[in-house]
Nanobody, 125 residues
Framework: QGQLVESGGGLVQAGGSLRLSCAAS????????MGWFRQAPGKEREFVAA????????YYADSLKGRFTISRDNTKNTSYLQMNSLKPEDTAIYYC??????????????????WGQGTQVTVSS
């Protein structure tokens, strides 16, 4: 059974940066799509970014392009989300997830099979 554990969340001022990590264990996820989602209070879970198993293709929510960067290190079974120029509206619980198969519809959370417990990101104004 696979397990995902996020880390790196915290409190940061607007304009600051954070780097989230997602460590996978229990099985090898090197052939899986790895994605990041977030959920703010009172809102639905939304897609942030996803990366193909090779790292060669990356997908981003249109509103986050240019500020967030997703990457992965398959030797460490870990995915990363670098977040720059953070805004108060980025405040949310951030989740990593993995899905097998193609990267088609990588922005659909219902297609992901494994989820982490989430890490809180709070951006103060």
């Amino acid at each position: 059974q696979g397990q995902l554990v996020e880390s790196g969340g915290g409190l940061v001022q607007a304009g600051g940066s954070l780097r989230l990590s997602c460590a996978a264990s229990g099985r090898t996820f090197s052939t899986y799509i790895m994605g990041w989602f977030r959920q703010a209070p009172g809102k639905e879970r939304e897609f942030v970014a996803a990366i193909s198993w090779s790292g060669g293709t990356r997908y981003y929510a249109d509103s986050l392009k240019g500020r967030f960067t997703i990457s992965r290190d398959n030797t460490k079974n870990t995915s990363y989300l670098q977040m720059n120029s953070l805004k108060p509206e980025d405040t949310a619980i951030y989740y990593c997830a993995t899905k097998s198969g193609s990267s088609y519809n990588a922005n659909n959370p219902q297609l992901y099979e494994y989820w982490g417990q989430g890490t809180q990101v709070t951006v103060s104004s």
